[in-house]
C-alpha cells in the first residue's frame, strides 16, 4: 500500500513537472503561432520552432530569476537580487527584475546576449567594450543553495534537539530516518577508511554527505525553491573537493610526502635524474580531486539533461503534430517515472561516493607507514 | 562552455554557506547527536553485558537449586527408607509381642482351667462324697428303721471296734 502511494506521489511530481514545463513552452508555441496568423512583431529568438537545447541549457545553467511558467509570451519569473561590483561605479545592489528578462540594461550593466559572457551581467565602459564587474549575485543556484541550507540547518539542529529531549530513547520520527545514515557514514565511511582517528573528521564528513543529498535530491523536486541544479553546477562540487583537499594536505603526515616525493620500492632511475614517479604522483594529488568534483558535477548534470531531453521530446513531436505531442508525453512520463526513481538512487550513491573517497583520501593522508 | 566553467559569485557563496553549515552542523547538530548516539549504544552495551551475567547467574542459581533439590530428594528417599524399615521392623515387634501375649495368655488360660478343672474335681469329689454319705445315711435310715436290726449293726459296729 505504502509503495503504491510513493509511486503515486512521484507520478504527481513527474506530472507537475511536465505541467509546468508545457505551460512554460507551450505559450511559446501559441505566440508564435498567432505571429504567423497576425505577422505580429513579436521579437522571439526562435520564431515558430522549439529549441531543445535552450530548454535543457536554459535549465541547467545558472541564471539571474527564477523562471517559473510563461503564459502567452509573458515570463513569470520570481526576481532575485543582483549584486555587483566594479571599480567605476562600486556596489551595486538591484533587482533583475530591472533587466526585464535581459531586454534593457540597468545603471549600465546588462546581461550580455553573446560573446564570451552570454548570458551573464555585464558593465558596459565607456568605449563601448563588455567588462565582467565582480558578480555576487544571488543566482538561482545560490538561492536554492541558501534554502538547502537552511533546510539542513533546521532539520538537524531540530534532530539534535530530539536527541536530546528524549535522551536513552528509542529514536522517534526524523530523528529515525536520520539515525541509520549518520551511523552509516560513522561506521562504515569514516571509521573503516580513516582509522581511529575518524572522530576529529566525522563532522565535516556527514556535513558533506547531508549536504549533496539533501542538493540532490531537491534538485529532483521541481517546485520552487527546489529544483534547481544545485550540485550540478560545477562550482558546488568544486569548493567541496577544496575543502577535501585543504583537509588532506593540512592534515597529512611525514609519510603521505614521502610516498609522492620519494617512494619506497621504486627503482631509483624513475625518480632521478628524471623524476617520473614523483610528478606522476605529485600531479594525482590533484587529479584525485578534481576527479572527485567532476564525478558528482557529471552524474547530475546527466541526470537532469537526460529527463528534460524526454520532455523535449514531447515538444519536438507536438510540433509535428500535437497527436504524436500527447502520444509521446505518455512514454515520456513513463521513462521520467523510471528515471527519477533512478536518479533518487543517484543522488544517494553519488553522495555517498563523494564522502567516501574524502574519507579516503583523508585517510590515506594520515596513514603512517604501510 | 559555460556549464564547466564556475562562476565566481556561486563559488563566493557555496564557500560562505559550506562554512557557515559545517560549523553549525558540527557545534549544534554533530556533537549532540554523535554524543547521545555513543552514549546510547554504550547503555544498550552495558545492559546487553549485565543481561549476559544476569542470565549467566541465573544458570548457576538453577544449578544450585537442582543441587538443592537432588540433595533433598535424596534425603527423602533415605528418610523413606529409613521409615519403612522402622515400620517393618516395628510390626515385627509388635508382632512378636503380640504372639508372646498371645502365648502367655493361653498358658494362663490353661493354668486356670486346669485349676477350675481341679476345683471343680474337688468340688465334684466333695458332691459326690455327700452324696453318697447322704444316700448311705438315707438308706441306713431305711434299714435302721428296724431296731432288731439296729442293734445287730450296733453290736457288729461294736465287735469292729473291740477288735480294733
Redesign the interface.
Known sequence: MKQIKQILLLLVLAGVFTLSLTSAIEPKEDSSASAEEKSATESEKTPGHFDAEEMI?GH???SYEWHLLTVNGKHITVPLPV?LYSKDKGLNIFMSSRFHHGHESYKGFRIAEEGKY???IVEVTDDGQEIRP??????K??VA??FS?IL??WI??S???S??KR??QAPHGLQNFM?PL??FI?DEVAESSIGEKY?KY???L??LFF?IFFNNLLGLIPIIPAGANVTG????P???AL?TFTIVVVSAKKFFWIDIFNPPGVPWWLKFPIPLIPVIEFSSLFIKHIVLVIRL?ANI?AGHIVALGFFALIFIFGEMSLLAGYGISVITIAFTVFLTLLELLVAFIQAYVFTLLSALYIGLALEEGH | M??????????????L??T???I???K???????N??K??ED?IADALQSAEKAKEEMKKLKADNEAVIRQAKAEREKILQEAREIKIKIVEQAKEEASQEANKMIELARVNIRNEEAKALEQIKTQVAELSVDIAGKILREKLADTKEQQKLVEKYLKDIQLN
Request: cysteine-free.
Open positions: 541549457m541547467v545553467l545558472d549584486i552570454a548570458g551573464k565582480l558578480d555576487l549575485s544571488l543566482t543556484t545560490a543553495l541558501i541550507v539542513l540547518l538537524f539542529i534532530i539534535a534537539n536527541y536530546k535522551k536513552g539515525e549518520i551511523i560513522r572522530e566525522l563532522p565535516y556527514l556535513t549536504f553546477n560545477i562550482a558546488i568544486i569548493v567541496m575543502f558535477f548534470v | 559555460e556549464l564547466v566553467t564556475p562562476e565566481a559569485g556561486l563559488l563566493f557563496w557555496m564557500l554557506s559550506f557557515i553549515v559545517l553549525i552542523l558540527k549544534f547538530a554533530w556533537k549532540p547527536i554523535l547521545s548516539l552514549e546510547r547503555s
